[in-house]
């Protein structure tokens, strides 16, 4: 089944520092589109950040310059790690897979989503 | 980077059929047929329900269909059932610093 898991939320202060990781299943990441994608308490759907499977990276301006997007293709797993971290920051954190090998037909794999709770 | 701007909320009675719309620019939504839709239940992981305007993917009910016109692109869910009410998001690629732009989510309601 083709799956993702995310793991690496919790509680972190502000100033802080987190790892994110999404293990795939029965696909291949660093042959895929893959972006985290967020959504704060109350709050809609925000795109974080994505890396194409050339490895070109885009952030969000609200992550920008503090989220670095990467990935592991031994273990076939998508990283976010987050630094300087703050409360609006706070949200649960999916990761997905965009269909078809680009970034123009949608997401069509999600994980359940970690959460990440930025507070003192 | 301005987020694409969607109604807070629409409700309908079930059997009926509702639009939601999403509108943006001529450098996303307007220059491209890349708009996707997303169903979103509180507590579970997005679906994609819509890719490429109007290209539904494998599973998802034909109920749902999407269109555009302009800078604005639709999303119809035709027979309301109490199974869609959920958040509704539509995306499209863009030509901005960023290659893709969230709309701000719309609230379906089944009375």
């Known amino acids: 089944e083709v799956r993702l898991v995310e793991s690496g939320g919790g509680l972190i202060q502000p100033g802080g520092s987190l790892r994110l990781s999404c293990a795939a299943s029965e696909f291949t990441v660093s042959s895929s589109y893959m972006s985290w994608v967020r959504q704060a308490p109350g709050k809609g759907l925000e795109w974080v950040s994505i890396i194409y499977s050339d490895g070109n990276t885009y952030y969000a301006d609200s992550v920008k310059g503090r989220f670095t997007i990467s990935r592991d293709d031994s273990k076939n797993t998508l990283y976010l790690q987050m630094n300087n971290l703050r409360a609006e920051d706070t949200a649960v954190y999916f990761c997905a897979r965009f269909r078809n090998l680009g970034v123009t037909q949608g997401m069509d794999v999600w994980g359940q989503g970690t959460t990440v709770t930025v507070s003192s | 980077q301005s987020a694409l701007t969607q109604p807070a909320s629409v409700s309908g009675s079930p059997g009926q059929s509702i639009t939601l719309s999403c509108t943006g620019t001529s450098s996303d939504i307007g220059g491209y047929n890349y708009v996707s839709w997303y169903q979103h239940h509180p507590g579970r992981a997005p679906k994609l329900m819509i890719y490429k305007v109007n290209n539904r993917p494998s599973g998802v009910s034909n109920r749902f269909s999407g269109s555009k016109s302009g800078n604005t692109a639709s999303l119809t869910i035709s027979g309301l059932q109490a199974e869609d009410e959920a958040d509704y998001y539509c995306?499209?690629?863009?030509?901005?610093?960023?290659?893709?732009?969230f709309g701000g989510g719309t609230k379906v309601t089944v009375l």
């Open positions: 995306t499209s690629y863009t030509t901005s610093s960023t290659p893709v732009l």
